[in-house]
């Protein structure tokens, strides 16, 4: 199984927001958070979307291929 570029780059993004927690004045650690939350949420989004593609892609090499167009026959 492999992760999707957009879905690690989501990742990142959230490890980087959860590292500068402990620099943050702490009046803001709520936009670090929020943003790491929000991250995440688009990480694991894109991670269920590339999973689903993936299946839909073998089911369709299983089958007999694309349909013709109308105007080949």
Same mark, same amino acid.
């Given at each position: 199984?492999?992760?999707?570029?957009?879905?690690? *780059?989501?990742?990142?993004?959230?490890?980087? *927001?959860?590292?500068?927690?402990?620099?943050?004045?702490?009046? *803001?650690?709520?936009?670090?958070?929020?943003?790491?939350?929000?991250?995440?949420?688009?990480?694991?989004?894109?991670?269920?979307?590339?999973?689903?593609?993936?299946?839909?892609?073998?089911?369709?090499?299983?089958?007999?291929?694309?349909?013709?167009?109308?105007?080949?026959?």
């Amino acid at each position: 199984m492999r992760i999707s570029r957009r879905a690690l *780059f989501f990742l990142a993004v959230a490890l980087v *927001f959860l590292l500068m927690i402990p620099p943050t004045p702490p009046e *803001f650690r709520w936009l670090n958070l929020s943003m790491a939350g929000l991250a995440l949420f688009w990480a694991t989004l894109l991670g269920i979307e590339d999973l689903t593609n993936r299946r839909q892609d073998s089911d369709l090499r299983n089958d007999e291929g694309p349909p013709d167009p109308p105007w080949a026959h």
